[in-house]
């Protein structure tokens, strides 16, 4: 079965700082990969995805993320934070069942 | 906006009363989903319908009834829940279910009481 792993359970960050949030994934092959966002409330919105290619993936909201087959990995990064992107971010994983599953969350908060 | 919408946003809910969740996709799409989201866990697949027919139905207690008529809208049927049934339930559609980008409603917001 498919796993994702998001080690962080909470990350506060400065406005302005940068943000790299961890997402290890166990899978064979190469993996259909996601990040979502969660506002308060809201449900979730997709912030980008990795399905092949250049392992480098632009977003919205200025996030990046990085696929690194090697670590297992797809990070997701910011440069710059802004206070509107405290929320809760989920990375994903499509398994052989063509199924999406989520890792546990982490929880953005942005100081002042 | 991301084309799948959901009502009600919020919901309470006796043990014995019945009530629905519907969903709704603009987006043309031929499989949606219903995902539960409680408090500290990660969220949990719960049906899988493709072209309208279930495909999936992950070990979901009978007082959840999914109905799906058409490719474009799906229900859920609620009865004679529970207090931990309470949750944000999330429903969600894409193109096929062969690994294609899903998209999110707003969710709707259940309570038992």
């Known amino acids: 079965a498919q796993s994702v792993t998001q080690p962080d359970i909470h990350i506060t960050v400065s406005e302005g700082a940068s943000l790299e949030l961890r997402c290890n994934y166990s899978?064979?092959?190469?993996?259909?990969l996601f990040w979502y966002v969660q506002s308060p409330g809201q449900g979730l919105q997709l912030l980008l995805k990795?399905?092949?290619?250049?392992?480098l993936v632009q977003g919205i909201k200025g996030f990046e993320a990085e696929f690194k087959r090697s670590q297992s990995s797809f990070n997701l990064r910011k440069p710059s934070v802004h206070w509107s992107d405290a929320a809760e971010y989920f990375c994903?994983?499509?398994?052989?069942?063509?199924?999406?599953?989520f890792g546990a969350g982490t929880t953005v908060t942005v100081r002042a | 906006e991301t084309g799948v919408t959901q009502t009600p946003r919020h919901l309470v809910m006796g043990m014995t009363n019945k009530k629905s969740l519907k969903c709704e996709q603009h987006?043309?799409?031929?499989?949606m989903y219903w995902y539960k989201q409680s408090a500290k866990k990660p969220l949990e697949l719960m049906f899988v319908?493709?072209?309208?027919?279930?495909?999936e139905n992950n070990s979901v207690p009978s007082r959840f009834s999914p109905e799906c008529p058409n490719s474009s809208h799906l229900f859920l049927h609620l009865h004679t829940l529970q207090p931990e049934d309470s949750a944000l339930y999330l429903c969600?559609?894409?193109?096929?279910?062969?690994?294609?980008?899903?998209?999110f409603g707003e969710g709707s917001w259940l309570t038992v009481v």
């Open positions: 990795y399905f092949s290619g250049d392992t």
């Open positions: 319908y493709n072209f309208k027919e279930q495909t």
């Open positions: 987006l043309g799409h031929n499989a």
């Open positions: 994903a994983v499509v398994d052989n069942d063509y199924k999406l599953s």
């Open positions: 969600a559609s894409s193109q096929e279910i062969s690994g294609n980008t899903i998209y």
């Open positions: 899978y064979g092959a190469t993996p259909y």
